[in-house]
């Protein structure tokens, strides 16, 4: 069976979101996608507390700045489109309101006709936690469990009463509620992150990893559902990050999807033989505009489905 794809939509500066991204939404249905996704970057700090994804010394992409609201750009998409899921790959629970962000993906949902995948993770910037006046970033990953469970409270049936940590709801009626039970896709690496997706995830949504990290990553996540029982398949929809060119890359120092459109489709072939349900490609780095994404994307997806995958 071919795998399904998703393709990012443009929330960068060099984006008109006035037109593109209804434009790009509306092309990526038309070809064949099979979704379409998001991601969130709250702020970028002039002067960062820590490097890119903690790694000191790494610094933060110049691309971040100015980044689109995820669930903004997902609700321009619905609009436009029919068929497409509409994804959160990822939004950092954390940095909102449980209650709110629950209510909103519900909102979308039932809006949509039951079309919203809710990707959701912990964060690792300490700016945009403070930013935000979250508290405690070492809490995250505690942060992110009870916003999941306030999520499926809440889209759950009424009377709605749930008491957390830092969220309580005394029995009440919230609405609207979904149109059907809206997966949640966790984003996850190591194995306490791991354990997340096995307790509370319909799914995975792991972040940049090559194809070993990849590889590696589900074994473990296999031998955790084993250990606690779990039954139900775990959907794996792997997130990549592509720098597209016209032309291939010929560089020693290639990072996996890095290139052309074939050398693209060769990097998913790698991820396809591993076994992935869907794959989240967010080609928007490298276009200057919305035209070059949507060719790219065209490519891609025609290369793809020609190689059988």
């Known amino acids: 069976m071919a795998i399904r794809l998703g393709l990012g939509l443009p929330q960068l500066r060099q984006y008109d979101l006035a037109k593109d991204v209804t434009d790009v939404a509306r092309a990526a249905e038309r070809t064949g996608y099979d979704s379409v996704w998001v991601y969130e970057r709250l702020l970028v700090p002039e002067s960062p507390t820590q490097g890119l994804y903690g790694v000191p010394g790494l610094p933060w992409p110049d691309w971040y700045r100015g980044m689109a609201h995820p ?12 068929r497409v899921r509409l994804g959160t790959g990822v939004v950092v629970a ?13 909102t979308l949902d039932a809006a949509s006709g039951g079309r919203v995948v809710a990707g ?5 910037s300490t700016d945009e936690f403070a930013a935000a006046g979250i508290g405690p970033h070492n809490r995250r990953g505690g942060l992110l469990e009870e916003v999941i469970k306030v999520c499926r409270a809440v889209w759950g049936p009424d009377p709605v009463s749930f008491e957390g940590r830092t969220t309580k709801i005394d029995a009440a009626v919230v609405g609207p509620k979904p149109a059907r039970p809206i997966p ?11 354990g997340r997706v096995v307790d509370l995830g319909d799914g995975w949504i ?19 559902a084993a250990e606690r029982g779990r039954t139900r398949p775990i959907e794996r929809v ?8 016209a032309t291939p890359y010929d560089g020693d120092d290639r990072q996996p999807f890095q290139g052309s459109a074939d050398q693209i489709v060769a990097d998913l072939a790698a991820y396809a033989e591993v076994g992935v349900d869907e794959v989240l490609l967010d080609l928007q780095t490298n276009p200057r505009d919305a035209q070059e994404l949507k060719d790219a994307a065209a490519e891609v997806y025609e290369k793809v489905r020609a190689a059988g995958l």
């Open 120 to 124: 959701l993770g912990t964060g690792w």
């Open 238 to 245: 792997p997130r990549v990050n592509a720098l597209y060119s």
């Open 184 to 194: 949640v896709l966790v984003a996850a690496g190591g194995d306490r992150a791991l």
């Open 71 to 82: 669930l903004v750009t997902l609700t321009l998409a619905a609009a436009v489109t029919e």
């Open 94 to 106: 954390p940095l909102h309101g449980p209650v709110q962000l629950a209510k909103a993906l519900a």
């Open 206 to 224: 792991p972040v940049a990893m090559d194809v070993q990290g990849y590889a590696a990553g589900w074994r473990k996540l296999q031998d955790i």
